[in-house]
């Protein structure tokens, strides 16, 4: 079965970075669209970002310009470089398909939380 595993969060001040991975195992992710999603209290899940199978990368617009995902395929995972955190960006991020008609279950994500 599929597991996708989140690491790399932490807790940093605004203005810093951190580089978030997706570990997948079960599923090959350069065969589909990939992508990042950001979970706060009380609110929906969003994508933040993606990456197509032929390497196009989208990103949600408060995010694009600071934030850069990518894959490895070679080692069947995601990341997500995240530079000038700020406090919007504070979250619970989970990696997933973006493809249609595909979505693995959801891992545990990994906490991201940004101080002023």
């Known amino acids: 079965q599929v597991q996708l595993v989140e690491s790399g969060g932490g807790l940093v001040h605004s203005g810093e970075s951190l580089r978030l991975s997706c570990s997948a195992s079960?599923?090959?992710?350069?065969?589909?669209?990939v992508g990042w999603f950001r979970q706060s209290p009380g609110a929906q899940r969003v994508m933040v970002a993606y990456?197509?199978?032929?390497?196009?990368?989208e990103y949600l617009g408060t995010v694009k310009g600071r934030f850069t995902i990518s894959r490895d395929s070679a080692e069947n995972t995601l990341s997500l470089q995240m530079n000038n955190l700020k406090p919007e960006d504070a979250g619970v991020y989970s990696c997933?398909?973006?493809?249609?008609?595909?979505?693995?279950?959801w891992g545990q994500g990994t906490q991201v939380t940004v101080s002023s």
């Open positions: 997933n398909s973006v493809q249609s008609g595909v979505l693995w279950p």
């Open positions: 079960g599923t090959n992710l350069s065969a589909n669209a």
């Open positions: 990456i197509t199978r032929t390497g196009r990368k």
